[in-house]
């Protein structure tokens, strides 16, 4: 499938030669680049100062923060084109953290709105009530205005039942 690159020869990527070749190269780095990785967002993590879980209102055995917006949800709906600053000012902005419980947290994942929601009683794991939805919801979407960043994976149904119109 992949054919041989030699030093000595011109190079050779799949039957393609020359100046081909450095456009699939080049081609596949862009591919490559534009991956996520949390690291790329410089988050500096703190210590909640509540034992109390956002998400639940219940108090946690382990609690840390959790961004209502994930980095990787940022990144796929529009992040990705944004300097090495601006993540980095997204990743620490406060007015996107919240506290939660640590399980919660892992729970929810770098998931949306509606994936949350599914995940809090799918009954596949981990369940739990999420009391402060509408509120959880309508931070979403205003940090998600805030940084400019699109919709377009979310489900403008659940965002209606919390009175946010998209």
């Known amino acids: 499938m992949w054919g041989s690159i030699s030093l000595?020869?011109?190079?050779?990527?799949?039957?393609?030669?020359?100046?081909?070749?450095?456009?699939?190269?080049?081609?596949?780095?862009?591919?490559?680049?534009?991956?996520?990785?949390?690291?790329?967002?410089?988050?500096?993590?703190?210590k909640p100062n509540t034992a109390i879980g956002f998400y639940t209102g219940k108090t946690c055995d382990f609690i840390?923060?959790?961004?209502?917006?994930?980095?990787?949800?940022?990144?796929?709906?529009?992040?990705?084109?944004?300097?090495?600053?601006?993540?980095?000012?997204?990743?620490?902005?406060?007015?996107?953290?919240?506290?939660s419980c640590g399980r919660v947290n892992s729970s929810k994942g770098s998931e949306g709105p509606s994936d949350f929601l599914r995940r809090s009683r799918d009954g596949r794991g981990l369940e739990y009530d999420i009391v402060r939805f509408c509120e959880y919801v309508q931070k979403y979407y205003a940090v998600k205005v805030k940084y400019g960043l699109s919709f377009k994976s979310n489900k403008a149904k659940l965002f209606k039942r919390c009175g946010i119109n998209l």
């Open 64 to 99: 840390n923060i959790d961004h209502i917006v994930s980095l990787k949800d940022a990144h796929e709906s529009g992040a990705s084109s944004w300097g090495a600053s601006k993540k980095k000012t997204f990743a620490n902005d406060r007015s996107n953290h919240v506290p």
């Open 8 to 46: 000595n020869r011109k190079p050779y990527f799949m039957g393609i030669k020359g100046p081909l070749f450095l456009a699939c190269l080049w081609l596949t780095s862009v591919v490559i680049a534009e991956g996520y990785d949390r690291k790329d967002f410089n988050y500096r993590s703190y």
